[in-house]
């Protein structure tokens, strides 16, 4: 699991890239054609890993209901989130990581529901779950580096 925790804090930090890099305008552009933008895809990274191993363990997770439904699966941005929100999202990046590795490493995840994604993916473990995630958050990086083309 040390290489998956790895994978996931360096890509982790690609995405904080974009953030340090890119205006709240920029962030919130969503460029014609497309149907995302920047800051959703992050928001949505953060969103897609707390379901893929908290809920899925049966445990809370540890993002807002609001930030849940602005960021799910199936939503879409609207172009306003502020810059009081992209700090918080650039918070959460790295200290959902961390409280995931020390969950992990305390033996809190005790039960996995199995769930079949979108694209076909059969999660039937934590561990399975957790190196989706890593895909998962790939192709939202690849999102970003095709919306980056755009502005």
Do not use: C
């Not at 895809?41 to 049966?58: D, E, F, M, P």
């Not at 807002?64 to 306003?80: A, C, I, L, T, V």
């Not at 995840?109 to 995630?133: I, R, S, V, W």
């Amino acid at each position: 699991m040390e290489t998956t925790f790895t994978i996931w804090q360096t890509g982790r930090g690609l995405f904080k890239n974009f953030l340090d890099n890119y205006s709240l305008e920029q962030l919130n552009t969503i460029p014609d054609g497309l149907t995302t933008n920047l800051i959703w895809n992050v928001g949505h990274i953060i969103v897609s890993q707390q379901k893929l191993v908290y809920a899925l363990s049966g445990l809370p997770m540890h993002i807002s209901d609001s930030f849940f439904e602005k960021y799910q699966n199936g939503s879409r941005p609207d172009g306003k989130t502020t810059q009081a929100e992209v700090d918080e999202i650039k918070s959460l990046l790295f200290n959902i990581v961390e409280k995931t590795k020390s969950d992990f490493e305390a033996g809190v995840f005790k039960e996995f529901h199995p769930y079949q994604t979108k694209t076909g993916f059969y999660l039937g473990t934590l561990n399975e779950a957790m190196e989706f995630n890593n895909y998962h958050e790939g192709i939202h990086l690849g999102i970003m580096m095709s919306i980056k083309k755009f502005l």
